[in-house]
Structures are given as structure tokens and as C-alpha cells.
């Protein structure tokens, strides 16, 4: 990880960061996603906190679990602290100084414009 302090120099590690919140992470999902565990280690590491990842609502749906009913996609998405895109889930997380990471182009983005014609989430 690398992070800019105010001054503009850029430093390894979340130096550059704040120390609390709120502070709102924009990402991009050209890789679909594999870059989150990394960046949550990262910031329980040095940070000692937890990025709360704004999620598409799909993921969050009863109809979207596995098999196994002991873990759900639910499940695994809100152990790392995921919450559904909403405004007031948005401002929660603001009004309590929290670190947020959102992806603006959501699932049709992750995709790369490969659109399941099953979902209407994606359009």
C-alpha cells in the first residue's frame, strides 16, 4: 500500500491516511475485487480498524445463499464489515467517523459490461 501525505510526497504504508474518519475510499473495479483483502489487512494492520465496504444490494438478498445454510454470501460480506449501498447507510457510516470504500461503477462495472440478463440489479 502506498498513501500521499499533505504535503504531496507519496510514502509506503497508510501514512498518509487519516487517522479516523470519516474519509471516503472511491475505487474502480478493474479487478473485480481482488485488491479488498489486501487493502482490510492493511488497515487493521496499521490502522487498527476496518473499511466498511458499500456493497451492491444483491449480495445482501435471502435468494443469493449457498448451499451450506451455516454461511451465506450475506455472511461473508458483513464479517468484513459490508453494508448495502444506501444514502443513510452512507451517512451512518459518516456520522460515525467511519473509513468507507465504495465503487461508484458497481456490479455492471465489476463485470466489465457483461450483463446477466437474470438479474435486474445489473442494469
Known sequence: MMSTLTNGKIVRGL???PDQG???FVGYHALMGIELSPLY???LR???TIVRGMAHPMLFG???ETSRQ???RLDTVSMYGGLPVTP???YRLFERNQYVLLYPGGAREALHRKVCL???YLY
Open 15 to 17: 501514512a498518509g491516511v
Open 22 to 24: 470519516p474519509v471516503l
Open 41 to 43: 489487512e492493511e488497515f
Open 46 to 48: 496499521e490502522k487498527n
Open 62 to 64: 435471502s435468494k443469493y
Open 70 to 72: 451455516e454461511s451465506s
Open 88 to 90: 443513510i447507510n452512507m
Open 118 to 120: 437474470m438479474s435486474p
